[in-house]
């Protein structure tokens, strides 16, 4: 099976440049004038990324992206290697149903406005013709001002109508409410710089600002600290009514938060840009693939397998080791979170798909055997993709 790769839509790309002022096409990164800038932003993305790793409290309670410059690097490396996160859980969550229009959307904790330009960039390849109206929250003033100047360059190319709406608020205010309710709430990156005490009062806004038919869409760094952290809300909000939607096929507790040393994310190969690349170079960072976790939620009961006529399905949670004489993954599924072990010897027809699975394959499984402590792959055994991961690597 020849899996896509994402890839960055150039209007984004132009967006960027309009608003940074900064030449960004690969051609361009080649000059010594471009090199020049973009070492520039490379010394605010590198102060970021060791921000947020170590010395992070200190570096959350300053409100790095107060600062103008590091605000721009942030947009233009951050933004960059976030666009594309939402694309596939995007698809997830509408498969197989039309979307809303006019479709009315929450970017919370929006920052240079990521979610909502990944957001923009779904409805366009999803030939959205109709309205979007977007709700950008955030604590720093300044982010919304140059989130909405990235969001409008962009969406002028789209063929449909973006309004855009802006509040400086705190997520974590008590009387946060707005006056309508959304088909969509997004938020990417900022769970994490929440504290957990808050989480229920989260999951009430969230309730009284959802329409019945709409979804929360919760995404995090895939590092093990953040993407446990939505883990632990995932099922805080699975306790109380939401029901989760994608990825995971089970509503009981998450597997991976049984052993402290397991986390659960996707990785989804894309075209790294020469600017990003360029930036990696020079500080380190190492973006060939889009790692992240995330999590759908919704109010209605509804799940992804449902949504593709399955009872059950389990999906792929681990890289797939092709080893010497065998394929060993783990799959979740409501029995929990178990390695399975295909021995070559033991291909057919039934189980030729094995050969095929990527990380977050949703796949349909049957007369697997149950061992103490994995589960095999026979001959007999069925393995069938039911749902590919886009853009996984291959
Ligand atoms: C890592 S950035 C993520 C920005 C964007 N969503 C993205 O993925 O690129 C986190 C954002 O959350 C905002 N934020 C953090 N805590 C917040 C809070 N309590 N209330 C409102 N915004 C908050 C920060 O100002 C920042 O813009």
Known sequence: MKRARLILPQEYISALEEVLGIPLSDESVRTREAKKQLEKFATSVEEVSKGLTTGRDQFLARKYLKDPEIRKAYALYYTTTNFLKPFIPLKELFINRVLNSPLHALDLGA?????????????????????VHLTLVDAVEQNLADATKIIKAYAKTLPFTVTIETRTKNIADRDLSFAKEFDLIMMMNTLNELDASGDQQLLQMFTSSLRTDGAILLIEPAARPSSRRLLQFRDIAADTKFTVYAPCTRQDGCPALLDESDWCHTE?????PAFI??????????????????????????????????????????????????????LCNEQGRTEHIANK??????????????????????????????????????????????????
């Open 345 to 394: 010897r033991d291909k057919s027809e039934a189980n030729a798909d094995v050969r095929q699975l990527e990380r977050y394959d949703l796949v349909q499984n049957d007369n697997i055997e149950v061992r103490e402590h994995d589960n095999r792959i026979t001959e007999a055994s069925t393995v069938n993709i039911v749902l590919p991961n886009t853009g996984a690597r291959y």
């Open 111 to 131: 920052g240079t406005g990521a979610a909502a330009l990944g957001l923009l960039h779904f409805l366009h390849q999803s030939d959205f013709k109709s309205e």
């Open 268 to 272: 989804v190969s894309w075209e790294r």
């Open 277 to 330: 690349k360029f930036i990696d170079d020079l500080i380190g960072t190492l973006r060939l693939s889009l790692k992240y976790s995330y999590i759908v939620l919704n109010n209605n009961g509804e799940t992804l397998h449902g949504r593709l006529g399955h009872q059950r399905l389990s999906r792929v949670v681990s890289e797939v080791l092709d080893e010497k004489g065998r394929v060993r993954f783990f």
